[in-house]
C-alpha cells in the first residue's frame, strides 16, 4: 500500500549547539534552525537516502518503512515491511532493510516493492534480529546483529547466535562471513566512502570504535573512535562522525567532540543520515518525530 499522509506545517525547534566549536565553526548551516517535519509516528528508525536524496525511514511498531520525497511529501512506501528497522540503499538502488520480524536482511526493488531475502541464518541459526546495515563501495554489507527481545517474535525470543556480533555478506550475496566478534551490544555501523574504515557503536559498552577495511573485507586494527555508544551513526563529507541517543553528538575525525544538536521534547535520537536534493540536510528519527537541520558538509557515500 503506498498511500499519501497528511503532513502538519513544519514547526521550528531550537537549536542547542555546544562543544569545542562554536555555531560559526560547526557543522551547522549558518542560521539554520531544527525543524519538525512530522510527529505522527510511535517509532521512527533507520533512515536511508537514496541517490536522489529521497529519504526512506521506519516506523517500526506500525510496521513500514515511510519515504520523505524532495518534494516535502510523505508518503507509506511499504507496509506491511517486516519489522524492519535499520535501511541503507546498495549500489543498485535496492533498499536493504533489516527485517526484524523473522531476523532477516532484505533486499527489496523501489520500484516494485518485490522483496528478496538475502540472509535469514548464520551457520544454520536463526540471526538475533540484524539491526543496523552499511554498504561497502565494492557492494559487500556490513550488519549488526545484537538482541533486542520483540513480543512480536514468534520464535524463542533467547539469544540464537553464540553472541552479539557483526557480519559481512560478500559481494555475490554468497559468503556471510562474522567479522567482529568481541563487542557487548553493536548497533550502529557506517563505513567512509573510500571504504577503508568502519565505525561500530558498542552501545552496550559505551563505546564506538574505528577499524581498518583490509583487503578482504574483514575489520582489523580496532581503536577506541570515542567514549559514546550510539543507536545510529553516520559520516559526513568532511569525515566527520554522528552518533545518537540524546539528540546527536558530532565528533571529528580525531574522535573530538564538536557540536551537540539537541532534539526538544523527544526522549531519544535513534538514527540519522543526509539525504535532501543537494545531499546537506541531516535528517534525524527522534521517538515519535522526523526532523531535520541544514548542514554546512553534506552526504558522504552509502547512508
Not at 148 to 156: E, G, I, N
Not at 163 to 177: E, F, P
Request: hydrophobic content about 35%.
Amino acid at each position: 500500500m503506498n498511500m499519501t499522509m497528511r503532513v502538519a506545517p513544519v514547526l521550528l525547534v531550537s537549536l542547542l549547539v555546544t562543544g569545542a566549536a562554536g555555531a560559526a565553526e560547526g557543522v551547522i548551516e549558518p542560521g539554520a534552525t531544527l525543524q519538525k517535519l512530522s510527529g505522527d509516528f510511535k517509532f521512527t528508525e533507520g533512515p536511508a537516502a537514496d541517490a536522489e536524496g529521497n529519504v526512506y525511514f521506519t516506523d517500526q511498531p506500525n510496521d513500514r518503512i515511510v519515504r520523505w520525497g524532495t518534494d516535502g511529501k510523505l508518503t507509506t512506501f511499504m507496509q506491511p515491511c517486516g519489522r524492519s528497522n535499520g535501511l541503507c540503499f546498495d549500489n543498485k538502488g535496492n533498499l536493504l532493510a533489516c527485517a526484524d520480524e523473522k531476523n532477516e536482511l532484505w533486499s527489496i526493488d523501489p520500484a516494485t516493492k518485490h522483496v528478496t531475502v538475502v540472509v535469514k541464518e548464520y551457520n544454520g541459526k536463526l540471526l538475533n534480529g540484524p539491526n543496523d546495515v552499511w554498504v561497502h563501495p565494492d557492494g559487500s554489507i556490513y550488519f549488526s546483529d545484537p538482541l533486542y527481545k520483540r513480543d512480536y517474535w514468534k520464535r524463542d525470543s533467547a539469544m540464537q547466535q553464540e553472541g552479539q556480533h557483526v557480519y559481512r555478506l560478500s559481494a555475490d550475496g554468497k559468503t556471510l562471513t562474522r567479522v567482529i566478534d568481541d563487542l557487548k551490544q553493536p548497533n550502529g555501523i557506517i563505513g567512509t566512502p573510500d571504504g577503508k574504515t568502519l565505525y561500530v557503536a558498542d552501545i552496550g559498552d559505551r563505546k564506538t570504535y574505528a577499524y581498518d577495511i583490509g583487503p578482504d573485507g574483514k575489520p582489523a586494527n580496532r581503536r577506541l573512535f570515542c567514549t559514546m555508544g550510539s543507536d545510529g551513526v553516520t559520516l559526513d563529507s568532511a569525515g566527520n562522525v554522528y552518533l545518537t541517543g540524546r539528540g546527536v553528538t558530532v565528533f571529528d575525525k580525531a574522535g573530538k567532540k564538536v557540536e551537540q544538536i539537541d532534539v526538544p521534547g523527544e526522549g531519544w535520537t535513534a538514527n540519522v543520515c543526509f539525504g535532501g536534493a543537494d545531499g546537506r540536510t541531516l535528517f534525524i528519527t527522534a521517538s515519535k518525530g522526523l526532523y531535520s537541520i541544514r548542514t554546512r558538509t553534506g552526504r558522504a557515500g552509502s547512508q
